[in-house]
């Protein structure tokens, strides 16, 4: 059974910074995808980043230029880089991997608050 953990969110003002980490039970070369997915109060859970295997990445509108997913597969693990961070960018973050396409994944961390405050 494949398990992923999350790490690295927090509290943080608007404007600031933070790096989710993403460690996963097994090598991560064996999955065609990786990626983030995020869920706010009273939200869907929503596509946030991903990573494929060829190391192209797609970025949900809204986070580009502020966001950068990365990986490193010697650790087994993915990352979330987050700069100028918005209120509403808060929500648990969800780290994914998967085989069946870019956006969904068949294993999934527990999740890690991140909050923004204004």
């Known amino acids: 059974q494949v398990q992923l953990v999350e790490s690295g969110g927090g509290l943080v003002q608007a404007g600031g910074s933070l790096r989710l980490s993403c460690t996963v039970s097994?090598?991560?070369?064996?999955?065609?995808?990786m990626g983030w997915y995020r869920q706010a109060p009273g939200r869907q859970r929503e596509f946030v980043a991903t990573?494929?295997?060829?190391?192209?990445?797609n970025l949900l509108e809204s986070v580009k230029g502020r966001f950068t997913i990365s990986r490193d597969n010697a650790k087994n693990t993915l990352f979330l880089q987050m700069s100028s961070l918005k209120p509403e960018d808060t929500g648990v973050y969800y780290c994914?991997?998967?085989?069946?396409?870019?956006?969904?994944?068949?294993?999934w961390g527990q999740g890690t608050q991140v909050t923004v405050s204004s």
């Open positions: 990573i494929i295997r060829s190391g192209v990445t």
């Open positions: 994914g991997v998967g085989n069946r396409n870019p956006f969904t994944y068949e294993y």
């Open positions: 097994e090598s991560i070369t064996n999955f065609n995808a």
